[in-house]
């Protein structure tokens, strides 16, 4: 995956509320973004902690032992829609690029 | 916890991350492997091919949270500077020069003198100018020519003694150097950003 574009990703699906580290990869999972990769998120999940564009607190989980809920912190959430913009104009770009190339698709 | 838990522990006690964050990761990934297990997913579904690397997922992550507590040398540690690196292969070259010549002295009285072949050809290739006293083994052509040339064992003990106490201090100012073995700071050294 594109370097950054999986920290958008999860700014993302902590956007919609607090979540834990497997709860992140199952959101992930659920759009279509089933192979975490190479380094998993917790790495990527350290990082935006510690440049604070994420907070963090302890809550039990659902009958389980108490997890780490990640959310978005007021910085990560202008991060967020700066990287939205930034994505769609790339995502343009490269949609013009390739919309040139008629694609052949064979059975 | 499982093995992949435990390894990772290891390898942050290892990065001297300490050891209640090292708890707080390590049960944090336990209660999400265990999640997924309960659910049918494998490792591989939460960690990706980290699954199959503990200690470098382990070390990754430390790092990004910044939570290690062995510091990144600014500068190389003394091992990797050219001037005692160079003084250690030639210590070690009189260690392995001077036993040489005490082991085949202590056989023969005398002392060998063993040159590396630089020649393919049938020759021999002498250290010494021809003289008494001095063998030279002939061809057919063998990787060494030895020279005999008289008792000095006493000497070859003293050269292979001040070559032994050499590399100890060297490998005593290599391991005080060391990165991995260092927990406190000094002037230009820096830890990774923040304990969290």
């Keep these: 995956m594109l370097h950054g574009v999986l920290d958008l990703c999860l700014l993302a699906v902590m956007g919609e509320g607090p979540a834990y580290g497997y709860e992140m990869t199952k959101r992930l999972r659920e759009r279509g973004l089933s192979i975490v990769g190479e380094g998993s998120i917790y790495p990527l999940l350290g990082r935006l902690e510690r440049d604070g564009l994420v907070e963090t607190h302890r809550a039990a989980s659902n009958g389980g032992p108490p997890r780490k809920y990640y959310n978005l912190s007021a910085e990560g959430e202008q991060a967020l829609t700066a990287g939205v913009s930034e994505w769609q104009a790339t995502r343009d770009g490269v949609d013009g690029a390739l919309g040139l190339v008629k694609a052949e698709v064979r059975p | ?196």
């Design chain 2, 1 to 196: 916890m499982n093995e992949f838990v435990e390894e990772c522990q290891r390898e942050w006690r290892r990065l001297g991350v300490p050891q209640p964050v090292a708890n707080e990761m390590a049960a944090d990934l336990t209660a999400d492997l265990e999640e997924a297990e309960a659910e049918g997913a494998s490792p591989e579904d939460v960690l990706g091919n980290s699954a199959f690397d503990p200690r470098r997922f382990a070390a990754a992550w430390a790092i990004a949270r910044g939570v290690t507590g062995v510091p990144v040398p600014d500068r190389p540690s003394l091992w990797r500077r050219p001037v005692p690196l160079a003084l250690t292969v030639v210590l070690g070259a009189l260690v392995v020069f001077a036993g040489l010549v005490l082991v085949v002295g202590a056989r023969g009285h005398s002392f060998a003198v063993v040159s590396r072949r630089i020649v393919t050809g049938s020759g021999s290739i002498h250290l010494f100018a021809p003289g008494p006293g001095r063998i030279v083994v002939p061809g057919p052509p063998g990787p060494f020519a030895v020279s005999q040339v008289g008792n000095a064992n006493p000497i070859a003990f003293a050269v292979l003694a001040l070559a032994v106490v050499g590399l100890a201090v060297l490998a005593v100012l290599c391991w005080l150097t060391w990165p991995g073995l260092r927990r406190f700071p000094r002037p230009g050294w820096r830890r990774t950003q923040r304990w969290n």
